[in-house]
Every structure is written in C-alpha cells, then in structure tokens.
C-alpha cells in the first residue's frame, strides 16, 4: 500500500490556465491492469446481458433469448470464479480482514448498533474514533464542495409524504425481490432463500463433487437474475418455505423504503428518504429565486438515507440507516460547458467506460480533457464533477491506485438520464460504488412540476433577440386512440413529456421519419408511426430563452467512503512477534491528531502534561492524553491503532528546557520541539485546508532525535540526542 | 435588545484558580423582574397543582380534590390572562412577528418542507443560511464541549427495536392524549378539537361578549388537564367528531413514537429515536472499556430525533423531525464534585429555583458557587455543566437578559431523578425550554442492565481496604404474595431495583421503621409495612467498589436554539420610510461572514472581487459576491437581512492602491483596507474559538471612512475618506 503522505500520482489541480491536452489516452500498464481473462470475460457477460436486455426489447423469439441466457449463465460461472480467485490472490498480501475487522470493533471505529439487546442486522453505531473520522471527512466535503462553489447547502427532512416519492418513482421502482409463504404469508427474500437453500444442500453432503460446483455457481449468481429466471430456478430446486415447507408465490418486487404514518389520524403514509435529493428538488423555486434567478448553481445536502434492506451484509457497505452527501448541479441543457473547467482539464483518471466493459475489458488512464474531447465522458461539467471527485478521495488520503470510475452501460441507465459514471473505490469486498456522478437531464424537476403544477423552468437572458423556431407536435387522436385503447391516456402524457424537451423532440422527429419510433415513460414503451404525429414549425423573435435545468447529480455515500477509507489505511507493521496494527490515517481526518504522553510516571511531569493538552485544546486541536503506566512504547501502540499521527512525549529534558519529542506515526521518526511551537506545528501538519504540510518539511527544520522503537517490546528512550542548537525552537 | 457585540455581562470562565463565593445571593432588580403580579399568580398555581398530585397520590377525598381543581382552574384563567397582557407588552416593542417570520421564510433561513407538494405539519427545512447557521451552532458546540471536555462523541442510529424503548420507558409513557369517532375510527388530539370547538363557537357570534372570556380560559388551558378533566369538559361542551358528528371515546394516551417495520418479514417492530440518549446508554459497556474502565467519562451525541406531535405549532418551537445534541456524563454518584469547578464558580446564573416557583415567584441572580452551596442546584457536576451551557449561549450570540434556569418541580420530575433545571430563553412565544439539565441517578443504566443481563457496573480502586456494611432484602413472601397478589411480581422487581440502589435502600429502611413506606416504580406505589421485609447487615473488607453510575444529562434542543438566536438577532434599523431588517447574528455563526461587492458596475472592478474571492475562500471564510446593478447600499441591506457581519467594496481607489473599505453590519462604519490583510482580519473578527476580536479593536487599527448610508435610498460613498496615511496596511 502506497503511504498516505506520499500519493502516487500529483494532480495539477491549481493549474488554471494550461488548455493543453495531454495527448491521446494511455492503456493501463500490467500493474494497474485487472487481468486479462477475468477483464475479457466480464467483458463478454456485460455484451450478452446488454444483447438480451436489446432482443427482449425487440421483440425476439422465446427460444433465442433462452439460449442467450443459457450462455450467459455459463459466463457468469467462469467470471465469478475467476473474479474470486482473483481478489482473494491480491488480498492475501494486503489485508488481514480478521485482523481489520477485530481492530476496528476493538477501537470503537464502528459497533454493531443495540449490541447488549442482540443487534439489528444493518445498523452500525460509529464509537468516538469513527464519528470525529466522520466529522472530518464531512466538513473537508463541506469546503471542497460547498464552500469553493458557493454551493446553497439544506438541510431537508427524512421524514417524506408518500406523494413526493410517488411523483419521484420511488413508490412504484425501489425495490428487491421476494417470496412468501402462501399459507401464512411469511416473507423472504428470493435470492437470500436460494443460496441457503443450496447451502443446506451441500452441507448435507448428498451430492457428489462434480455436481458441487454446479449448485456454487447458481448460488454465487442468485442476486443476478429475472424474477422470471429465478421463479423457475426455485420451482426446479423445489425450493418451499423453511418454517412451514409450504408452497411460495412467484418472486416479486419488496419495496425498500421503511414506511410509517405521520400524524394522529394514521392517514397520511410517509417514508424514510431513500436519498436526501428529493428535498433540493422540491425546493428548487425557492432556491432559484435565493440564487436571484440565475441557472447554473448548484445546491447540496449532507444526510441520512434509509433502505430497508432485505439483506444487509459486509459491514457498512450495505446497511439500513446510512450518510449521504449529494449535490444537485442544476445547469441550462444547451451549457453544459463548465467555467472551471482548466483548472482539472490535465488531471489523469482510470476510466472503465462502455466500451471497455463489452470490448476489451481494460482500463483507460485519460486526462479530463482528453475524455470530453473525445466524448468518452458526455460534457465538461460531468467531468468537471468527476474530476472534483478524485482530488476530495486523494485530500481524504484514499489509495489512489484502487479508485476507477466505470461508466453505466446503456441498458443500466435510467432512461431520461445522458450519462452515468460510478466512482468505484476496491476493497476486501471487491469494487465498491462508492460516488455516482449522474446528468439526469430535467427529469427530476420535470416530474415535480407535472405532478404539482409548479413551474420548474429557468429563464435565460439574450444580450439580442434571436429567432427561434418552435416545434409543436399534433397527435391524430383518432389513430393513437385505435392503436393504444386504454394505454392512450400514458401516450399522452408521454408525448407532453416530449414536448417539454426540444432536443429529444427533435430527435424523435427524425426517428419518427424514418418509418417508426418508439416512444416510452421509463416502464412502457410504444412503437409510433408517422400517421400518428404531425409537427408544426413556427418562428418568433424573443429575447429570453426558457429551459428546464438539467441536473447534475454527484451522490456520495459517507458510510462506505469511511470504510474504504479505513481499509486503505490499515498496516501492520513489519513486527516479528506480534501484529502491530497501524491506521495510517492522513493528518486532517485523523480522529485524534496528537497523542500527549510522560516518559515514566513522575509527578513532575505531569503538570507538563496538563499544560500541552490546554494547549492543543485551545488551540482546537484534538489530542489525547495517555499517562498510564505502561510503557511508552505500548502506549504509542495504542495510539497508532486510533491512526493519531503525532505524539508528544514529556521526558527529563523538559524539565530543564520546555520541549518535548514529536513522533510521527507512520515513519516512527522523532524532532525535538518546544512547547511553545506545538500547536501552530500541528496546525500546519494537520490543516484542514488544501495542504496540509508534509512531516518531511518538519523534519529537516529541527533537530532529529535518534529512538529505537524495538519489535518486541516497543522501547524507546529519546534521550540519546546529539546535540541540542541554539535555533531549536 | 442589548447588541450581540457587546454583551451585558462579562464572566470569567478562565479564571481557574479563584475560589472566592460571590457573597449571597441577589434577587433579580425591577428590570429582570417578571412582574409581581403574574409572579405571585404563577408561584400559586404551581403551589396549588403541586399539592393536588401530592392530595391524589395520598388518596384524599375526591369532593376535596374536585374543591382544588376548581380553584386551580380560576387562578390559572387569571394567569393566562395576566400573562397573554404581559407578554404582548413585552414584544410589541421589540418583535414584529410578521416581518420577521416573513423575512425567515423569504431569505430561506427555515422553510415548510415539501411546499410545492402541500407541505406537511410540523416539517421545516434549513434553507442555506439556516443550514450554514446551523451548521456553525452545531461546530461551536463541539468545540465547546466535546474537545474542552473530551467527550466521546458517537453516532447512533435513528432506526431503534422496540425492545430497547420498551427499556427505557418510551413505548409505555411517550404519550399525548387523544380521542377516537366512535364509529369510523379517526383520531383528534383531544386538547386541540376542544379550541377549534370553542373558536367555532366564538365565530358563530352565538355567546354574549360576556360568556366569551370564560370561553377562551378554558381555551387557553386546554393543552394542561388531566384525561378526566378534559374528558367532563368534552362533554360539558357536547363535543362530537367534527367530520361525522358522532360520538367521541374518552380521552385516551398516544403514543408519540414514529412506528415502522425492520427488514423484510415486517415482524420487526422499530421506532424512530425520540432522543439520542438511548444509543449511549446501550453502549455504556463499551464505551467505559474505550476509556480504560474510567469513571466519570461523558458520552455526547449530535443527531435527529422524532416525536409524531399530533398538533406541531410555532414553527421550529413544535416540530416532528429536529436536531438534538445530548451530553451523558457518567459519574461515581458517591463523588458528583466536578475538577474544573473553579472555573465556573463565579458565573451569575438567573435561577428560579422550586421554592419561588411554590413561593415568591421572583427569579434570583445568584453565583454558581453560591447556589451549590446553598443546596438549590445539587451538585458541583450538575451546576458545572449549567454553567457551561450558558457560557456556549453567549458564545453563539443569544441575549443573556433573556435566559434563565427553571428547576423542575418535584412532582413534575421522574421518580428517579435527582434534580432537573431547564435552560428557558424568552422569546415571543413566552418563555421556552431550550436546554434540559438532568440529573437522572442511575436509572437508564440500570434498566437496560436489568433488561439485557449486561452489567453497566464501574468500579473504583480504593488506596486502603476499608470495612463496608451491606443491607440485603429480605422480603417475606408470604405476606406479600397475600398482600399483592397479582402485583406482587411488580413489587419484587421494584424491590430488586431498590437493592441496588444502596443509598434509596437505607433511606426507604428509615422511613420503613417509622410504620409504613410507600415502594413504587414508576407506574404503581404500593404501601409496605415492616411485617414484609427483613434486613440482613453484613461486613466485609473491600479494595473495590461496584457503582452503577449515575447519569448527569445536558440535552440541547438545537432548533428550538436556532429560533431563539434568529428572534434574539432579529433587528430593525431606525428608518423613516421602510422596513429595513438586520440580523444581528455573531461573526462565529453567521451563515456568510463577508459580501463582497462593486461599487458600481465597472469591468474594471470585477478582477478584484473574483480574486477576493479566492482569497477568502481558501482561508476557509464563507463569502457571497454580489454583483448585480443595484445600488450598494441595497446590497448591502440585502445582506444585512442575512446577517453577513462584514462586506468588503472595491471602488475607485482600489484600482490604485489594491486597498477596499470594509463595513460592519451593525454599526455600518467602514475602514479602508488592503485586501492582502483581507483574510487574518476577518479570521480574527469571526474566529469559531472562544474569542474572536470585537470590532472596535480593528476600527483603531485602520483608517476610518466617512460614509453616508441614508434611510431613502442607501446611498453610499466611500471615496469622502480624509487621508491616506502611510501605515495603512
């Protein structure tokens, strides 16, 4: 693992006028690759499963989608076991997951939420070392995103009534599947079943090896199928309900939102927000009118989300109750360029685009530039987001080298939205998603309007009228009303919906054109003749343009960013007799950022002690004293394991001169420090702001001291320095 | 209102070593006074109600207890009354309610949640600067005291099983009281449909003027009877279901908790946290291991709670979703002195403590030294956190002459506490309780032990042995399985929680030996006479002693903060012909610390705002540019709504000497200075740490300018200045 205070890769981010590309992208080298056979065979799957997402669509024949989906079955067999192999390959020398996971329960990062009344699966209390890491990480979002773009921060609601997420899609589309027991009703989740099923199977031991794996493979994919596949699957494992053995119904869709009622009458139903971004959207008038009508600006939310998980698992990457940091970037459809663009136009991604995942299943390493040049990423404010990203992770201290963005395959995107990138950050568990950077068009504001008759629109200003020609679409009502009978109703509206949307318009005009197109509302679509449709051109001089915003949407998921964050910086160090775990948590989101410790117990030491913490404390400056008995070493130990970066040692020099020894956590390296110099010291290494000082300037302006902190029983003495200078401050 | 810039009172929270009383205590002068009149009515109804509960409790003849009430309910028609006169006097001159809730929602400090989709009672959103402001609140608090105290602060779940509220009492006791149609079923919060009752009634114009008064006393008082009180009343009014006009159940107890379902099956029953606590307490044990088996420790917790208020009212005073910031601080109850009482010792508190309340009704200004002394507040670690909080008051900018501390009554505190003062600040809804300060023994630890069989036990190491006597129960079962019966399982687990209670078993032996003792837990009192119980006296050496910590509990409502400090800031600058409102928020929390504008519209003047800009934004100080055309003084006005404390001009004279003026809010005098200094000046002036520099030690600094901004039409000049001196920095 690359040392937090020494990232891999600099990036310019400061370099606000260089317009140069950085020339044509560059293929990963062996290192960063992820491996040829595992990055064709994904490859191969994610073409297939988009080709039969495309004949289904189409149309095609039952028995030739049936094949396709046989095949890919098999595909998804050989990539899972490859993919395991793989990962537990790269993992076997870098984390040691027991070790992790006892370290960080032990230390109170993260604890099981009700533990002493036996838990709830999927609720996750973070004990004071996780919730300052968090609070740090929180406010760094905060000044990198909200303060440097001036961004209108809120504050909304979890608590939301249903009509909100009804008109947002929520009630009818956020859900998993389920069976139940069709006597009693008891619920299951579908997948979940399946896999247990086949445990149970196997552990039984009536099958023989060969067909052993054969049953891994249908479990390791469980959570990958149709309702329709994994109906049939059940009924050929004769899979009943556990508790009674009774038959289950046909897997069906569980919605995840938690639900409760709001208000004495038990009336009006609410949920938990599913995401916080519902609250910007419906707020965006207001917010408009704040920001004196001007488009673009972008508003934000830090907040609780809440899924009812059927089956959350793996720690905080799947849970019920979780932090969400989302920004809504709202920008006119026709500008998507964006001002800052210079300033990250140099900076280099790892970019797994579309093409990548159904051809050569490799990584790109391009500049920002070079990825809008050549339309990889959509549009510069897209990337402008992406980038902003990546230069948050590096400020946190993430690896870089286990962050990629992968890009949503057509197929997997909503249909209103023009662009998805996930940025996806590797752990013990394999690639996470982590940050999704989505330009979701004027869905949101457009759904929210129609159902409440609220104009979403912006205006935009023209220095000098321009003609502009408008096209109206004329729908033959008899025809469309012959055609779709009882579907007409959502035709309609649909083509309203079209309507609102110039481009698409002009576009489905073409199509239309050309003998058919087909028109659709993102749960039905219709195929449209040219009979059905006139389009009516007209031209008027105006001077304002009126737009629905297109939405950027940028939605950071807090909890699985602390746990990356903590995988990524946990070592141990090189220790023959013990494991000597160390958090190599960077400066600024340190829980503790300095440790105050006597050399010995000695009673003179302690008013020393007394007076660096009111130092440090005064100075806001987290810091922790540890004056029990134990050796300095054990105690530095300890510390390490919390990720303080610094610690201050009170010794018998300090009795005669004021100073004390400063240790750094990673490098275990030592200066001699008066007191005095503290806290505007550690201000500098620990600051907040872009850049943080690195220990390394520290070190070379005061005098080295020369320690031993030994494997076996962590002794140090500090005493043996060489000589003590005049300009020792 | 005093200005939040100069605070009327100046206390030495520093000042550690002074061990000196304040001398006696001083009742509050004329001006603090409450009024003699509504003073002594209110100590009178407080006195009366007191001894109607201890009359009920002790089973007096219901004729007698009916007398009371009757009585009861006249002194508190003329107390409402009396107080309705007061309090509108008060405010008349100080709050215009309507420009001040219309510029909260305009500005977008606070707004109805979900408007566009009609809103839902009792849900507001923080817009930006209520965000912002928020957002500094919640960082000072932190500072304040989970830094300066080293608090372990955590995160806990909102999402909470019901077995754990069983535990703590919510699921039987969170309650309002309502009452159901007899036929369909719909529920009215019993106390609100008696006021719309009688407003109706009142609109009819069908009650002479005379009877309208005794109507709208029982109005006023609707929200304080007990069920059978309401209950006669609803019937005396001939009160039926509003939408079908049926009859109406008794009033009856509604649980205010927000029900929902955890996890797939729906067999889960969770409610949302109605307060934070309940996670620290269930993670006592661990807690205690992180900090080295140590005892006292305090745990703190900043986060949502919720509370389903069947009528939410006086925007952000009544809400159903709010921020709360609770502090548990654990601690040996042999040993409640507090080490850093020095510190506070000398701070005047405004105390009306429960003897005024019964008694004189007039509030004492008194040390906080003195009143730990004087027994009214009892313990130094109770009296130290008081202290504490309102020292962060005046640190976030409340009014000082507005607050003050309210001791609960002992019929109105939980049979367990040991002392509550509530933290009240005036604001135009009367006085409001903001903060609670609770001593509540070791009653939630001891629940949750009993509930789960997790020992929440600390243990002390004595330096030498001593002898210690041990009281063991005996009870005889016989005599209570005859005497109790069905009760008698209640009355042993009321017995075991007194056996571990050694200070509560000795007092309840006393009072045992003297004929009777009442034993209760919470809900039921049972009379016990000495022919039950035995008790058996042992010795033994100890090194050791068990306690179950007792629990001392600040617990800050954050948003019932936010109004009061919005209330307080609220201003109006003396203005002939408009309303010209200021927010006189402090520097340390207003949401944008500096405007920076044009004079006019210049293309030569936007260079230097953009690069001022920058400047502040990467010194981490929030500031908004505000460009657009109209005149600065408008500008400037439209900050001062926001509360921005300082704005920075470029004008002619920057273009040659890179110099601005830069105005204070409050008083609106300008200095010119260099923008370079731009970013330490305003990091003093708004500094989050205990001491950001008043403006007047800057105006000596710099070179005043002569400016001019009228009430018409907020002309402004700055180029009037008298000279240009060399040292201008």
């Not at 119904?249 to 139903?269: D, E, H, R, V």
């Not at 990546?390 to 080298?401: A, E, H, N, R, S």
């Not at 100075?619 to 300095?632: F, H, W, Y």
């Not at 420090?673 to 520290?698: G, N, R």
């Amino acid at each position: 693992m690359t040392s937090i205070l020494q990232p891999k890769f600099h990036f310019a981010e400061t370099q606000s006028f260089s317009v140069v590309d950085a020339g044509p992208c560059k293929v990963a080298d062996e290192e960063t690759d992820i491996g040829v056979d595992v990055g064709a065979l994904s490859a191969s799957c994610t073409r297939l499963a988009s080709s039969i997402k495309e004949m289904k669509k189409a149309g095609a024949a039952p028995e030739k989608i049936q094949s396709a989906v046989d095949e890919l079955h098999t595909l998804r067999n050989d990539l899972a076991a490859a993919t395991v192999a793989l990962e537990s390959d790269e993992f076997e020398n870098s984390l040691n997951r027991k070790l992790f996971d006892e370290t960080v329960l032990r230390r109170m990062f993260v604890v099981p939420a009700f533990e002493i009344h036996g838990g709830v699966t999927g609720l996750f209390d973070l004990g004071p070392p996780g919730c300052a890491l968090k609070a740090n990480v929180v406010d760094i979002w905060r000044r990198h995103f909200v303060l440097e773009e001036k961004m209108l921060e809120m504050e909304c609601t979890c608590l939301t009534p249903e009509p909100v997420l009804k008109t947002s899609g929520h009630v009818d589309r956020f859900t998993d599947l389920m069976v139940k027991d069709i006597e009693t009703g008891d619920c299951y989740r579908a997948d979940k079943l399946l896999e247990d099923h086949i445990d149970a199977l196997l552990n039984g031991g009536t099958v023989v090896p060969t067909t052993a794996e054969e049953h891994r493979k249908v479990q390791r994919q469980a959570d990958a199928y149709s309702p329709e596949e994994l109906g049939s699957i059940l009924v050929e494992y004769a899979i009943t309900a556990p508790a009674t053995g009774n038959q289950l119904t046909a897997p069906f869709a569980f919605n995840l939102m938690f639900g409760t009622k709001i208000g004495p009458s038990g009336t009006l139903t609410g949920y938990l927000r599913p995401e916080t971004a519902q609250g910007l959207f419906v707020n965006f008038r207001r917010l408009l009118d704040y920001n004196n009508g001007r488009v673009p600006f972008a508003a934000a939310q830090i907040g609780l989300g809440f899924r009812n998980e059927i089956a959350p698992k793996n720690g905080l990457l799947r849970v019920r109750e979780f932090t969400m940091a989302e920004i809504e970037h709202f920008v006119n459809p026709a500008e998507k360029e964006h001002p800052k663009f210079a300033s990250v136009r140099n900076i280099v991604m790892k970019l797994f685009d579309r093409d990548a995942q159904l051809g050569t299943g490799r990584i790109a390493e391009l500049t920002v530039g070079a990825a809008v040049s050549a339309g990889t990423i959509a549009n510069e404010t897209l990337a402008y987001f992406m980038a902003r990203t990546q230069l948050f992770m590096v400020k946190i201290g993430m690896d870089l080298t286990k962050l990629r963005f992968r890009q949503h395959l057509a197929t997997e995107m909503a249909h209103y939205a023009a662009d998805c990138w996930d940025l996806e950050i590797f752990t013990a568990y394999g690639w996470i998603e982590c940050v999704g950077h989505a330009d979701r068009a004027c869905y949101d504001l457009a759904v929210h309007s129609a159902a409440t008759g609220v104009q979403t629109e912006a205006f935009k200003q023209l220095d000098t009228p321009v003609e502009m020609e408008s096209v109206t679409l004329l729908p033959d009502r008899k025809t469309i009303g012959l055609t779709f009978k009882k579907d007409q109703k959502a035709v309609y509206a649909a083509l309203d919906a079209l309507q609102r949307d110039d481009s698409k318009l002009r576009a489905f005009e073409a199509t239309l054109s050309t003998g058919e197109a087909v028109l659709h509302d993102g749960e039905t679509a219709w195929k449209l003749t040219p009979d059905m449709l006139a389009f009516k051109r007209s031209k008027k001089l105006v001077q304002v343009v009126k737009f629905i915003p297109s939405v950027i949407e940028p939605s950071f998921g807090i909890g699985r960013i602390l746990h990356a964050l903590l995988e990524h910086s946990f070592h141990q160090r090189d220790s023959k007799d013990e494991q000597r775990v160390v958090m190599r948590l960077a400066p600024p989101v340190a829980p503790i950022k300095c440790g105050i410790y006597n050399l010995q117990t000695n009673v003179k030491f302690m008013p020393f002690v007394t007076r660096i913490e009111k130092l440090l404390t005064d100075a806001g400056i987290t810091n922790k004293a540890d004056t029990s008995g134990q050796s300095v070493g054990k105690r530095y130990a300890r510390a390490d394991e919390l990720g303080t970066p610094f610690g201050v040692t009170v010794d018998f020099d300090t009795l005669i001169d004021h100073s004390v020894t400063l240790r750094e956590r990673d490098t275990m390296a030592q200066v001699r420090v008066k007191i005095s110099a503290l806290p505007s010291l550690l201000e500098e290494l620990c600051d907040f702001s872009d850049h943080p000082k690195p220990w390394a300037s520290i070190t070379s302006r005061f005098q080295r001291v020369c320690c031993v902190e030994g494997p076996i029983r962590h002794q140090v003495t500090s005493r043996c320095i060489f000589s003590r200078p005049a300009e020792l401050i």
